[in-house]
């Protein structure tokens, strides 16, 4: 069912004053971005007519426009990836450990997303596998499977790192060692050697030329004023967060289809839209109990520039594995993992249904829908639509 009021309304009614009044400082992904959402599921991407076999119902299905950042179109991507990672769960307690940067660095990363982001990636996944690997803790290697966030529950900009870790590792002697029931490894000892990690290897960027300093931030293209900005970054305690293990790991792909696709905002988040401001709901995490759901209002512009802070470089990755979990060696030590534990190897991924499987059933009476239509961008389906239920000849050869 269609939400009552969509990002894409909000792009539609207020985008092209936007666009009018930020010309020339729209980057052309921004642009695309808006034009995607804008357009996704209206004639303006084509798309079919759909009917039953049973009873004839018709309805029209406009195409989606797939971007990834796309509220409307996260779903199914989730839903398939979902469907892959099943055969990747192992009969483990799960671990979620998120990795979260200073506000200081944030202020950078915003100007640097690929840079910074990456080596968000790279230094919280080194400290969780070299921490690990430590016979004074785990003594293992493990697998991780991480997703980006870049926004906080009010869309501001708050990069951090999500992970989801199976709860034990491979030995070097190729011993299975599980971790404790609930706790994995000492989140101050993993802030510690993350914090370490990404400021030596920030300070490794900007002494190569390779970091964009703009507005108020200009003057941090000059060492000495990077490194006093660094000062009491380096002195802080950098929040690495460990929740309590899943329940199973049902409970893990339950997690997953929450955060791994999900955007800015969800249109379920939004409560009412007058043309001029945007009301929605979001949790404000300093507050406790019902208190922590607060609602507010922004103006459309304001929304815009807040949902636009997040969209990711182009081609870069969201979700990425490590460990025992990278895609370069997963199937090999899958398997090694379930001899360990003494479990079934993993079903054969299962076939991918046709499109006409996927299709929602007819809401008249619940039969099979199939296309007898399709229409290019900016057209609309023939009229008037056929009588009667389809027959194989008219679904072969709709023309």
């Given at each position: 069912m269609r939400a009552t009021i969509e990002v894409a309304d909000i792009f539609r009614v207020a985008g092209p004053a936007y666009r009018s009044a930020h010309a020339g400082h729209l980057s052309l992904d921004q642009l695309k971005i808006m034009s995607a959402i804008e357009t996704c599921r209206t004639a303006a991407l084509g798309g079919h007519v759909e009917a039953c076999f049973d009873c004839g119902h018709q309805r029209i299905a406009y195409n989606s426009c797939r971007n990834r950042h796309c509220p409307r179109c996260q779903g199914a991507a989730a839903r398939a990836w979902l469907e892959a990672q099943k055969a990747n769960l192992l009969p483990v307690g799960y671990f979620h450990v998120v990795f979260t940067l200073p506000a200081e660095i944030a202020d950078i990363a915003f100007h640097n997303k690929a840079l910074i982001y990456d080596?968000?990636?790279?230094?919280?996944?080194?400290?969780?596998?070299?921490?690990?690997?430590?016979?004074?803790?785990?003594?293992?290697?493990?697998?991780?499977?991480?997703?980006?966030?870049?926004?906080?529950?009010?869309?501001?900009?708050?990069?951090?790192?999500?992970?989801?870790?199976?709860?034990?590792?491979?030995?070097?002697?190729?011993?299975?060692?599980?971790?404790?029931?609930?706790f994995l490894l000492p989140v101050r000892v993993l802030g510690a050697l993350f914090r370490r990690l990404f400021l030596t290897r920030l300070l490794e960027l900007h002494g190569a030329g390779r970091l964009a300093f703009f507005g108020k931030l200009a003057g941090l293209s000059a060492h000495r004023a990077f490194v006093r900005h660094l000062a009491p970054v380096r002195k802080k305690r950098w929040v690495v967060y460990a929740k309590p293990p899943f329940a199973g790991p049902e409970a893990v792909l339950a997690y997953l289809s929450r955060y791994t696709h999900r955007v800015a905002i969800s249109n379920s988040r939004l409560l009412g839209f007058d043309g001029a401001e945007v009301t929605l709901c979001y949790k404000d995490y300093r507050r406790s109990g019902t208190d922590r759901q607060q609602v507010m209002t922004l103006a459309a512009d304001e929304f815009i520039r807040r949902f636009l802070l997040h969209v990711l470089p182009r081609g870069f990755h969201r979700i990425r594995h490590y460990g025992l979990l990278a895609s370069s060696s997963r199937k090999d030590c899958?398997?090694?993992?379930?001899?360990?534990?003494?479990?079934?190897?993993?079903?054969?991924?299962?076939?991918?249904?046709?499109?006409?499987?996927?299709?929602?059933?007819?809401?008249?009476c619940g039969g099979t829908m199939v296309i007898i239509e399709t229409f290019a961008a900016w057209c609309q389906p023939r009229a008037p639509p056929t009588a009667g239920p389809p027959t194989r000849e008219t679904v072969n050869d709709p023309a």
């Open positions: 080596l968000l990636f790279r230094a919280a996944s080194e400290t969780m596998l070299t921490i690990a690997a430590d016979p004074k803790h785990l003594g293992a290697r493990i697998g991780i499977t991480a997703v980006l966030h870049t926004w906080g529950s009010a869309m501001t900009h708050h990069p951090h790192i999500h992970m989801i870790v199976p709860g034990g590792g491979i030995a070097p002697d190729g011993r299975w060692i599980s971790s404790r029931p609930a899958l398997a090694q993992i379930r001899a360990l534990l003494k479990v079934a190897p993993a079903p054969e991924e299962p076939a991918v249904a046709e499109a006409s499987n996927q299709r929602p059933p007819c809401p008249c």
